[in-house]
């Protein structure tokens, strides 16, 4: 940290609420507040995305070019600071925010179907042909689906329950963007499939935009951690992948995994879909950063400026600590001194997304988000809507603001369950 921020962090004032924008002129209010130094942007160190962490590019010759990119006001993001409950308590424990009633007194479903447009409309994000020939390849229909998948301790979730004709129908139509959403769930995560019971382990579609084909399946289990784990290219894949590793669990199931990992062989043969675990290499070959969920970020890296990304000013094990410190601090006071802390962290990297290092706000807001912390969600919404407009990412912009409004945790995050 620099010493300029070293002194804001101790200087015992109250924090201006306008920061490094503040418009005021009154020497008194200078006298009681304090703000952020104002430090020159020429001395912010830029990254190379793919070289080793501390290893600078020179950027002497890059730093004209890129102060040359102007973004038009009209398509900075506005914030709907309402859409964010202003309680501030800080942990994850028993987090959710004050429900009211959202479904309709008589509950309605929606027909089945297998239309993608109508998927899309709903959830805002396409599902790739190998969703469909999964639900193909179960059974006949619904009942028996649910029973193949109930023997290996499977159930559908999300968009299946539209084509299993179990979707209500809701007035509001951004409240299926959150139907089994689990806590840890990022807009980039779909949740397709989880584990039965009281299970938090879910299966689901990563992507890095709502405009294209999945990377990858991953896991998560949401009562662990925030950490997701690439599974497979496809579902077929993926879930070979969950059998393997469950048929060793108990011996009641171990028959009926060997009898459906035989069943999506064949299927997989016959549609050229590979039953291989994903190789990781192909997503660090692209990806910019890890970020706390461990899946990594993909952003538009302009070659030869390597504008588009640079790392956040601290390390993350060093956010990591302040976001421990921030869950379990006793007192506001003690709170609001970890808050200082923290700001640099996120006035630099607004700084930089200001320089158009899109990619450093998107890293930013999903290390806030991956914290859990609810005095955070504020700020997860500002750096996450921003970078994902910015980035032409305006789908998970809804799903974003959607999520953080009933954010809840829980292995139940069906609609159906308020």
């Not at 009211?100 to 008589?106: A, K, N, R, Y």
């Not at 043969?269 to 190789?279: I, K, W």
């Not at 970020?297 to 976001?323: A, C, N, W």
């Not at 609001?336 to 923290?342: P, R, T, V, Y």
């Amino acid at each position: 940290m620099s010493v300029e921020w070293k002194k804001y962090v101790e200087d015992p004032r109250q924090v201006c609420k306008y920061g490094g924008k503040c418009y005021q002129k009154n020497p008194a209010h200078h006298e009681n507040f304090k703000h952020p130094p104002n430090l020159s942007k020429g001395k912010l160190p830029r990254f190379h995305p793919y070289k080793k962490k501390g290893q600078i590019a020179n950027d002497s010759s890059q730093r004209k070019d890129k102060e040359s990119v102007v973004v038009p006001e009209q398509h900075k993001p506005k914030v709907n600071e309402d859409s964010l409950n202003s309680n501030s308590q800080t942990g994850t424990e028993n987090h959710s925010h004050d429900h009211v009633s959202v479904l309709p007194e008589s509950i309605t479903f929606l027909d089945k179907s297998m239309d993608n447009n109508m998927l899309k409309e709903l959830f805002l994000v396409e599902m790739p042909q190998n969703f469909f020939k999964f639900y193909e390849t179960l059974g006949d229909t619904v009942s028996a689906i649910e029973k193949t998948l109930g023997s290996v301790n499977l159930e559908m979730i999300g968009p299946y329950d539209l084509l299993a004709g179990k979707l209500p129908k809701l007035d509001d139509k951004n409240l299926y963007l959150i139907h089994w959403r689990f806590y840890y769930d990022p807009p980039e995560f779909q949740a397709v499939l989880k584990r039965k019971g009281n299970s938090e382990f879910h299966i689901g579609y990563f992507r890095d935009s709502p405009d294209e084909e999945p990377v990858f399946v991953a896991s998560n289990d949401s009562a662990k951690d925030c950490h997701i784990t690439p599974m497979s290219d496809n579902l077929f894949g993926a879930v070979f992948n969950y059998l393997q590793k469950e048929k060793m669990s108990s011996p009641f199931v171990s028959i009926a995994c060997e009898k459906l990992m035989e069943k999506l062989k064949k299927a997989a043969n016959d549609n050229g879909y590979s039953l291989e675990e994903y190789n990781m290499k192909k997503r660090w070959a692209k990806a910019v950063t890890k970020t706390f969920h461990g899946a990594g970020i993909v952003v538009p890296v302009e070659k030869k400026t390597q504008v588009g990304y640079r790392h956040l000013v601290e390390k993350d094990g060093k956010i990591k600590e302040m976001f421990t410190k921030l869950q379990n601090a006793k007192s506001e006071t003690e709170k609001d001194s970890i808050l200082s802390e923290l700001q640099p962290v996120i006035t630099y990297a607004n700084i930089a997304v200001d320089e158009c290092d899109f990619g450093t706000g998107l890293e930013l807001g999903i290390d806030l988000f991956c914290s859990g912390l609810k005095v955070l969600e504020r700020n997860t919404l500002c750096s996450l809507s921003s970078a994902y407009s910015l980035l032409n990412r305006d789908a998970f912009v809804k799903i974003i603001e959607t999520h953080l409004k009933h954010r809840r945790n829980g292995p139940n995050m069906s609609i159906l369950s308020w």
